[in-house]
Nanobody, 124 residues
Framework: QVQLVESGGGSVQAGGSLRLSCAASGNTYSSNCMGWFRQAPGKEREGVARIYPDARTLYADSVKGRFTISKDSVKHSLYLQMNSLKPEDTAMYYC??????????????????WGQGTQVTVSS
């Protein structure tokens, strides 16, 4: 089993920045794909950013150029640096880890491991 714990959420004004962290413990080698998802009230959960085993990254169009995903394999941690935040970025943010041998698709994450989430609120 893998346990994921997010931190770093909070309330900021539009244009501000936050850095989310996700600490992994347990059998961390059971997840070769890692990513961040978010879910706003009344909306479906969506993938925000993911990082592949070779450290390549992929971002949703809505956050491209503003968010940066990174990982520290030694510390078993995942990060999401969020800059130029907008009110529409307001959501619960979740860290996820999953197994895939074919491109780390978002869909595979739903059978992986998830944290409890951390709230991000951006005011205008």
């Amino acid at each position: 089993q893998v346990q994921l714990v997010e931190s770093g959420g909070g309330s900021v004004q539009a244009g501000g920045s936050l850095r989310l962290s996700c600490a992994a413990s347990g059998n961390t080698y059971s997840s070769n794909c890692m990513g961040w998802f978010r879910q706003a009230p009344g909306k479906e959960r969506e993938g925000v950013a993911r990082i592949y085993p070779d450290a390549r990254t992929l971002y949703a169009d809505s956050v491209k150029g503003r968010f940066t995903i990174s990982k520290d394999s030694v510390k078993h941690s995942l990060y999401l640096q969020m800059n130029s935040l907008k009110p529409e970025d307001t959501a619960m943010y979740y860290c996820a880890g999953w197994i895939s041998y074919g491109g780390c698709p978002w869909s595979a994450a739903y059978s992986g491991h998830w944290g409890q989430g951390t709230q991000v609120t951006v005011s205008s």
